[in-house]
């Protein structure tokens, strides 16, 4: 059984950092892309980051460039979020998300195979 779990969310203020961790399970994820998506409250679920299977490529949202990081752990079935100069916009709840798919970082419309079940991130003002 596949499985994403997400940590590292949490309340922080203005400014702050927060690394979000995602840990894949149930089979082999070296040949998947991995992805962050978030979903405020009243809105729709938004693309943030994403990253190639060999972790060479990536790509982000305009809403979070040069504030945001993702990157892959070596064993490749763990993704990170760094997030940095968080704003109070930035609260949502963040989703991890695997895609099988070899040709570097999926954009923001790709579908993906499977997602966790979340963790919020508070960012207040």
């Known amino acids: 059984q596949v499985q994403l779990v997400e940590s590292g969310g949490g309340l922080v203020q203005a400014g702050g950092s927060l690394r979000l961790s995602c840990a894949a399970s149930?089979?082999?994820?070296?040949?998947?892309?991995m992805g962050w998506f978030r979903q405020a409250p009243g809105k729709e679920r938004e693309f943030v980051a994403a990253?190639?299977?060999?972790?060479?490529?990536?790509s982000y949202a305009d809403s979070v460039k040069g504030r945001v990081t993702i990157s892959r752990g070596t064993t490749k079935n763990t993704v990170y979020l760094q997030m940095n100069s968080l704003k109070p916009e930035d609260t949502a709840v963040y989703y991890c998300?695997?895609?099988?798919?070899?040709?570097?970082?999926?954009?923001?419309?790709?579908?993906?195979?499977?997602w966790g079940q979340g963790t919020q991130v508070t960012v207040s003002s």
């Open positions: 998300a695997a895609k099988n798919y070899l040709v570097g970082a999926p954009g923001p419309l790709h579908m993906y195979d499977y």
């Open positions: 149930g089979r082999t994820f070296s040949s998947y892309a």
């Open positions: 990253i190639s299977w060999n972790g060479r490529d990536t």
